[in-house]
């Protein structure tokens, strides 16, 4: 599935190892993630234009999407640019990110910014495999968490438990009442029952009070657990059969395909006779790529804190749009006759590192990650 990529102007010169396309999804990528965490209510523009700073002005790029989103956003335009540093700050390559103006962002880029660190996280996460991102930032803890006898509660004790000992604490799920024998089917354990001390957040009920059975039945195991798990904990779960379209539109889809696509691409580089193997000298110019991955310890955490699987789901899919926009601009095999060349193997290391990642969070979700869709 290739993703469209914005037009970028011809005459824009690189600054230094960021691109210029690559600035642009970055900033994309950040206004995704302000409207997927609800600081921002305006529509995702298909693309971002940067342009090269003019002479006087700050930075070496400058973008205007915060006017754009101001409008339909009802803030000041440099509130909005204001939410977007802050998402923007930190990205490899960028040193500086400022506001100006009536609601500008500008950018300053490092030029001499040493690979080394992207190189090692590629190579961490495919050393660590699906336990990429498991910590300590619950260690020494002991949680007992309580659900009412009801679909969802169920399964976002049992997601948030799994994630909870991901960072290293122990603890138990327990149901109110007797469990419900589907459960199982939907990867539910409860351990015991009675009321503990520390009970779980509670979540709305699903919709018209259906059942695991009724859920299995009409939308299988992964479908009903990401469409109990991707909303927030206070909104509603919608259940309905978008979840089961196969296409870029449905969420669950995008993630899954992802993640089969950089496994796709790793058995075909080994039909060509080369593996994964990133290299420091063919550094990947795919900044939003490298931020996500980076993102993804943090991610882990903070869903375990706050108890929080949407987090993860919501993570989950930025990895996905950012992997596929990097395979578009930048092609993992090689085309024709063309030879592999260390590019091509750093390219395919970072593929094979997003599909690990895309693995391991759908692992935590309790939903399975085919090699083939």
């Given at each position: ?5 914005g ?23 950040a ?17 971002v234009?940067v ?10 790029y ?33 040193v ?13 880029l ?6 080394a ?8 996460v495919?050393?660590?495999g ?26 976002v ?5 799994k ?7 122990l603890g ?8 419900d ?19 779980l ?11 695991a ?14 469409g ?29 395909y ?5 496994r796709?691409?790793?058995r ?5 006779g080369f593996?994964?193997?990133y ?36 993570h989950?899919?930025t ?5 596929f ?6 092609p ?19 593929a094979?590192?997003?599909?690990t ?12 990650a085919?090699?083939?869709?």
């Open positions: 599935m290739a993703k469209p990529v037009e970028v102007p011809p005459f824009l010169p690189y600054a230094g190892p960021v691109t210029p396309a690559d600035l642009s999804r970055t900033v994309l990528h206004v995704r993630r302000a409207v997927d965490e609800d600081a921002l209510r305006a529509p995702v523009p298909g693309s234009r342009e090269r700073t003019r002479p006087g002005g700050s930075g070496d400058a973008c205007a999407v915060a006017l754009q989103l101001a409008g339909p956003a009802a803030l000041p335009a440099r509130d909005v640019a204001a939410l977007l540093r802050d998402r923007v700050a930190g990205t490899p390559g960028v500086r990110v400022e506001v100006t103006g009536p609601g500008f962002l500008n950018f300053t490092d030029t001499s910014a040493d690979d660190s992207r190189s090692a996280r590629v190579c961490q495919l050393e660590q699906l336990r990429y991102g498991w910590g300590a930032e619950c260690a020494g803890q002991v949680h007992q968490l309580h659900h009412r006898r009801e679909v969802r509660a169920a399964v004790a049992g997601t948030v438990m994630l909870l000992r991901a960072q290293g604490a138990r799920t327990t149901c109110e009442e007797a469990s024998p589907d459960w199982a089917r939907l990867g539910v354990t409860v351990d015991a029952h009675g009321r503990p001390p520390v009970p957040v509670q979540t709305r009920p699903v919709p018209a009070g259906a059942t059975g009724e859920l299995l039945e009409r939308l299988g195991a992964d479908a009903t657990r990401w109990l798990l991707r909303p927030a904990g206070h909104d509603r779960a919608h259940l309905g059969d978008a979840l089961l379209v196969q296409g870029e539109a449905n969420p669950l889809f995008l993630v899954r992802a993640h089969a696509r950089a796709a691409l790793g075909e580089a080994r039909r060509l593996t994964a193997a290299d420091r000298s063919a550094d990947v110019p795919a900044p939003a790529l490298h931020a996500v991955l980076a993102d993804h310890p943090g991610v882990l955490a903070s869903a375990a804190r706050h108890q929080a699987p949407d987090r993860l789901a919501r989950l899919e990895v996905a749009h950012a992997f926009d990097f395979h578009d601009a930048c993992p095999l090689p085309a024709g006759d063309e030879k592999p060349s260390a590019a091509h193997r750093s390219r395919l290391a970072l094979e590192a997003a599909g990642v895309l693995a391991g969070g759908l692992s935590l979700l309790g939903i399975s085919p090699e083939h869709l």
